[in-house]
């Protein structure tokens, strides 16, 4: 098996738990914040797309699906479209609020997409191409890729228990 088919369906795993995530919920749900400081599912979807689209974009040399495919416009967040969510306060996280799941998810699948097709050009050579050298050791592409995955796979996994939380109150 090759690294690119493993990051495949990784990011296969993520797309999955975003979508058990979302699936179903109304715009208040997932709205719903457990208290003033935690993340909504809205938000924890929105930022875990957003970093997968600004990495993979980055490595890929290629411009962001959110301001491409015009995610930003429909989304209308009072935020800059360079926004991808790190370091948000309470005040932006409570800003991030969606009509819908299919909004969410549409942009995540659109995301998914991407970068799938990006991994298809790849091959596993590839992955050793250090893309970031102001890390001590140099940052490759595969261990960005990895570092995607890991950080969307703990956003994707505490939007399914803020769901939980959200479904227990109906």
């Known amino acids: 098996m090759r690294g690119t088919?493993?990051?495949?369906?990784?990011?296969?795993?993520?797309?999955?738990?975003?979508?058990?995530?979302?699936?179903?919920?109304?715009?208040?749900e997932l709205a719903f914040r457990v208290d003033e400081e935690?993340?909504?599912?809205?938000?924890?979807?929105?930022?875990?797309?957003?970093?997968?689209?600004?990495?993979?974009?980055?490595?890929?040399?290629?411009?962001?699906?959110?301001?491409?495919?015009?995610?930003?416009?429909?989304?209308?967040?009072?935020?800059?479209?360079?926004?991808?969510?790190?370091g948000h306060d309470t005040d932006e996280v409570a800003a991030v609020r969606v009509p819908s799941g299919d909004l969410l998810l549409g942009y995540h699948d659109a995301v998914h997409d991407r970068t799938l097709t990006?991994?298809?050009?790849?091959?596993?050579?590839?992955?050793?191409?250090?893309?970031d050298e102001s890390w001590d050791p140099p940052v490759t592409l595969g261990v960005r890729l990895v570092s995607v995955v890991n950080d969307d796979m703990q956003h994707a996994g505490q939007a399914g228990y803020a769901r939980g939380v959200v479904l227990r109150q109906r």
Do not use: C, K, M
């Open 5 to 28: 088919d493993l990051l495949t369906d990784a990011f296969g795993r993520i797309r999955e738990a975003v979508h058990g995530a979302v699936d179903g919920l109304t715009a208040d």
């Open 38 to 86: 935690a993340n909504s599912v809205a938000w924890l979807v929105w930022h875990l797309t957003r970093v997968q689209d600004d990495h993979v974009a980055d490595a890929a040399g290629t411009s962001q699906v959110w301001s491409d495919d015009g995610w930003d416009r429909r989304f209308a967040l009072p935020f800059p479209a360079e926004e991808t969510g790190y």
């Open 118 to 131: 990006y991994l298809g050009t790849l091959s596993d050579e590839d992955l050793d191409r250090v893309v």
